[in-house]
């Protein structure tokens, strides 16, 4: 198995081909889970609850990201074709440490 399995969309190594229905199934799975969790986000902003805006617009991002190769892979005009797209992971994973990490300032020897 894929070691990142049902994480297709932050595959910053997938190989898509199209019509695959393996890889059909995966990504109307993922976009599936992506919509719900849209749907969430904005009823939990429309009864006034608080709605961090940065993981709102990525998970947007994410979704549309993942509809756009859905409908890529569903054409029928891109039969066998591959799509590779080693870009997919940028963006999408982020981690706090290595963001506070990289604004730290540089430790410096005194001489």
């Known amino acids: 198995p894929c070691q990142r399995a049902v994480q297709c969309a932050a595959c910053t190594s997938l190989v898509c081909i199209g019509r695959n229905e393996k890889h059909m199934k995966s990504f ?3 976009l599936q889970r992506r919509e719900q969790a849209l749907k969430n986000i904005r009823e939990r902003e429309e009864s006034g609850k608080r709605v961090n805006p940065v993981v709102k617009e990525a998970m947007e991002r994410q979704y549309e990201y993942v509809s756009q190769l859905t409908d890529l892979l569903h054409d029928k005009k891109n039969l066998g074709q ?4 080693p870009d997919a992971g940028k963006g999408l994973e982020f981690s706090h440490d290595k963001r506070r990490i ?3 300032k540089k430790l410096e020897a005194k001489k």
């Open 102 to 104: 990289d604004e730290m």
């Open 28 to 30: 109307e799975r993922d």
């Open 82 to 85: 591959w799509f590779r797209h």
